[in-house]
């Protein structure tokens, strides 16, 4: 029983926090090491070493091992008893304040002060100035006429705040839980005039949570990508020459080198332009775009990438149909392999403020067929859309261009409980670590219109100033002595 | 084209302006180190301690003009690319600093260490970084760029004072009688580490908010909170040794070397989530989403 007794206290030890959150810091650190999800082929291939103790250690699927996984779960029992503890220490009824005047007076900020006291009730005049300065009165002990005790607080409840915290992360560990269950994600690719039924995704339910798509369905009508106007910084690389230069004051440090598109093009945005559909009842029309995604019946989409697909006319024929970028594609009398990159198409912004439409364009790549592995292609030209390219007595010409959307979706049950629980989280943390409080410990002992009045005062919080208070009370107790001598003169004359 | 070539030479000029002005930014920051140096050679009179706070403080003021320049250029808050990021985060740090020694005006031993950071960051910078300004990628097109970068950076600079005042009282706790000759007696070399845990206390909450804002965020443009990215993964260690330090200030046994290790520990971390995950991804050949950042 002793044994059972100590390894329950060791399951709420702070001990123990700090161990298991020691347990996790090693796993996350293990865990940037090894690259996670990659499969063991995969790693092998790219050079991986140790591959004995990465396969054996499961060191690639780190963070869903058993191992993990148990330590997150002591984790989390370790915080709830924790928290449990603390919570039920802070509702449960507190011992009568005992304390002395020497165990007062030994604190950093305490004081003592002898000061003129309406007797009896001299506990309720330093009542009265504890209130002046802020503070209201917890607990208080009526030893006898002459000796009373009393505990008070100033501030925010930081102790209550950080239980309530501790309980937030609690919320959030069952977030991740509720996700790692019930979340589900997938793709889909739409071309213009496509259209979706959201019914034929594959999609799953979280108990009685499931995502609400009945007769719903999704109809991309453009797929759009912007671009901006970009010149190329001419900028020396080495270190001497941009020190050289910087000191040479009178000419400019940099140039601008325009470039023609698509050269001198980056990408300003993705815009899937959607219908969301309720059988045939339009329900919006929105423009999704990479961190503007669209909620639709529980289902979140998102702007993922994008798919082209093209033909190739050789000579004015249709030879090469349904290529891809970067797909490799013989051409007659011509040994190697080429290859097209992505296309460039979409609406330029220019720098003046005019746009431009950007007609599909992109380089041809050419690979020889004795190359070297790790060579990279020549570039051999530009193919514009319905533009034939002279390679070498062909005439290509690109054409029945196609670019669709591939759009990623998500359901995840527990979205709105890790929202709710990390904000309330912060929120709650930022108050205890950034608020104050104060605890005053007060003995009063009096004497015949005289009393001793000792206080320790105890401060939490990163804003508390607890010199600032110590002057604070000392004046309001000094001042409530004043006044309660005024009144027992007033009292006095008015006998007299 | 007449228009458009107007456009580059104001281009020209502002980030030439702007680059020589953040060569004179390291120049302040080199001679204020220097002065530091100094400082622990000849500590009383602490002349040298006041001229190294001062060049600081000037530096500082340069740098907030260039900081400002940049931001009117790239119409954007500047912490995108790598360069932008070292200056903004050296920037934060030396005013981070000059704010806390406010309260502590005889002590300019911990100036040492912030202003080498950030030295080295601007000198990185300046020297292998490149100084094009682009346009913002679709990915960072959010609201939560701006408090994202801001309170993360905030918690970083934080977190470098927290470690040069830790750093300083280690040193002196060594040698107790050497520190009263550079303001720190016993008395108030407790008081002085007290210090960094306030920092810490500080600049908890802000990388915390920098996590969660960065989780919300990544749903948003990912589809996904957590993807356990390194750089997330590194966040996350620096957040877990910063927990562990600030409950170990709970355990009497704890408060004391444990706790000093820790708070080191934690800046050697932050440095690794900042800047050391983009050298570990390409040594590794682990792909990071944030390898842009």
Not at chain 1, 99 to 105: D, P
Request: proline residues 5%.
């Amino acid at each position: 029983m002793p044994m059972l007794r100590g390894l329950w206290r060791k399951l709420f030890s702070l001990k123990t926090t700090l161990l298991l959150l020691s347990l996790l810091g090693f796993f996350f650190i293990l865990g940037t090491i090894f690259p996670q999800g990659e499969t063991l082929a995969r790693y092998a291939q790219a050079g991986g070493k140790y591959i004995f103790f990465v396969k054996h250690l499961g060191l690639l699927h780190l963070f869903t091992s058993p191992t993990f996984l148990f330590i997150v779960f002591l984790f989390f029992l370790n915080l709830f008893l924790c928290s449990y503890q603390r919570l039920k220490g802070l509702l449960s009824r507190r011992p009568r304040p005992a304390f002395q005047r020497a165990e007062l007076l030994r604190e950093p900020f305490s004081r003592a002060l002898f000061l003129r006291l309406h007797s009896p009730g001299g506990a309720l005049q330093v009542e009265t100035a504890l209130k002046r300065a802020g503070f209201r009165r917890l607990r208080f002990h009526y030893q006898s006429p002459q000796c009373q005790r009393f505990v008070a607080q100033r501030g925010l409840p930081l102790k209550e705040i950080s239980v309530f915290s501790h309980f937030c992360i609690l919320l959030c560990l069952i977030g991740f839980v509720v996700t790692h269950l019930g979340a589900h994600e997938g793709e889909v690719t739409l071309y213009p005039g496509q259209s979706k039924d959201l019914n034929t995704l594959e999609l799953r339910s979280f108990g009685p949570f499931g995502p609400r798509v009945n007769g719903l369905s999704l109809k991309l009508e453009e797929f759009l990508i912007e671009y901006s106007e970009h010149a190329k910084l001419d900028y020396p690389k080495d270190p001497h020459e941009r020190l050289k230069r910087a000191l040479d004051i009178g000419k400019p440090l940099v140039t601008f080198l325009p470039k023609p598109a698509p050269e001198g093009m980056t990408v300003k945005d993705y815009i899937s332009r959607l219908v969301a559909l309720k059988g045939e009842r339009l329900l919006q029309k929105v423009d999704l775009e990479v961190n503007k995604p669209l909620t639709l019946g529980g289902v979140i989409f998102y702007q993922m990438a994008y798919e082209q697909s093209f033909d190739l006319l050789i000579n004015g024929h249709p030879s090469l149909q349904g290529l891809s970028p970067e797909k490799e594609f013989t051409l007659p009398d011509h040994e190697g392999t080429f290859s097209i990159d992505y296309l460039t198409t979409g609406v330029l912004y220019l720098a003046d403020g005019r746009k431009e439409e950007v007609v599909a364009s992109g380089p041809l790549y050419h690979q020889r067929a004795n190359a070297s592995e790790g060579s990279k292609p020549t570039k051999v030209g530009m193919l514009t859309a319905e533009s034939p390219f002279e390679l070498n007595g062909l005439s290509l010409t690109l054409t029945a261009f196609k670019q669709g959307s591939v759009l990623s979706y998500r359901y995840d049950p527990g979205l709105g409980l890790l929202y709710l629980a990390s904000s309330l989280f912060f929120i709650a943390m930022t108050v205890r670590s950034w608020g104050r409080r104060y605890t005053l410990r007060c003995l009063v002992e009096e004497e015949e219109g005289h009393g001793m009045v000792s206080f320790a005062l105890a401060s939490m919080g990163l804003t508390a100033k607890p010199e600032a208070v110590m002057e604070r009370l000392e004046k309001a107790l000094k001042e409530e002595a004043i006044f309660a001598k005024r009144r027992q003169w007033d009292e006095e004359r008015r006998v007299l | 084209m007449l228009l458009y070539q107007g456009l580059l030479d104001q281009k020209v000029l502002l980030l030439s302006l702007e680059i020589r002005l953040f060569w004179l930014v390291v120049g302040l920051y080199l001679l204020s180190l220097l002065f530091h140096l100094l400082y622990f050679f000849e500590p009383t009179p602490p002349k040298w301690g006041k001229r190294a706070t001062k060049l600081l403080l000037m530096g500082a003021l340069l740098h907030t003009m260039v900081i400002f320049l940049r931001t009117i250029e790239a119409q954007r808050p500047p912490f995108q690319t790598l360069y932008e990021s070292l200056s903004w985060f050296a920037w934060s740090g030396v005013v981070t600093y000059l704010f806390m020694k406010r309260k502590w005006r005889d002590i300019f031993a911990s100036g040492f260490m912030v202003t080498l950071v950030a030295l080295l960051a601007c000198l990185y910078s300046l020297f292998v970084l490149s100084p094009e300004i682009t346009s913002l990628v679709p990915a960072l097109q959010s609201g939560w760029f701006l408090w994202h970068g801001i309170l993360a950076f905030m918690s970083y600079a934080v977190f470098v004072v927290a470690a040069s005042v830790e750093v300083t009282c280690l040193f002196f706790r060594a040698s107790k009688n050497v520190a009263s000759r550079y303001g720190l007696p016993s008395a108030s070399l407790g008081l002085f580490r007290k210090e960094a845990s306030r920092l810490i206390l500080f600049g908890f909450p802000l990388l915390t908010f920098g996590i969660i804002s960065g989780a919300a965020w990544a749903n948003e443009a990912w589809g996904r909170y957590w993807s356990w990215d390194p750089k997330e993964v590194w966040s996350l260690i620096t957040w877990t040794v910063f927990a562990l330090y600030l409950h170990c200030l709970s355990l009497p046994k704890w408060r004391d070397l444990p706790a000093s290790l820790l708070n080191l520990l934690g800046f050697i971390c932050m440095i690794m989530t900042f800047v050391g995950i983009n050298w570990l991804s390409k040594l590794l050949g682990i792909p990071s989403l944030h390898a842009y950042a």
